[in-house]
């Protein structure tokens, strides 16, 4: 039983780290770029760590920490680092290949025109 579920486990990490790996590489811009790393590898990563866990877990001494905290670190640091990327994309203006809709091309345009006055 515990094979069969390391091995589910092996498999789904493997196929998200695969699919984040490819969005991060076929996909148009930056903004849809940052999906691939932060989304679907984050979560393959975290399952093929769940199933270090399990292994070394039931084959050691008692629980393997060294994969808790590893898990740990990567789930808090994946997305605070993609929303800093994102964030310094925006300041650099960093264009998308999505359409700005018409109100949201200059969300400012109404506080300087109203400093200005």
Known sequence: MLE??????IVVGALFTFIGSLGLARLGDFYTRLHGP????????????????????TRGEGLS?????????????APVSAHLLAKAALHLRVRSIAPPPPEAED???????????
């Open 4 to 9: 069969m579920m390391l091995s589910v486990l």
């Open 38 to 57: 932060t989304k679907a590898t984050t979560l393959g990563v975290g399952a093929l760590l769940i199933a270090s866990v399990l292994y070394f877990s």
């Open 65 to 77: 920490l060294h994969e808790v905290l590893v898990t740990l670190f990567l789930f808090i640091t």
């Open 107 to 117: 969300p400012l345009a109404d506080t300087r025109a109203r400093a200005g006055d």
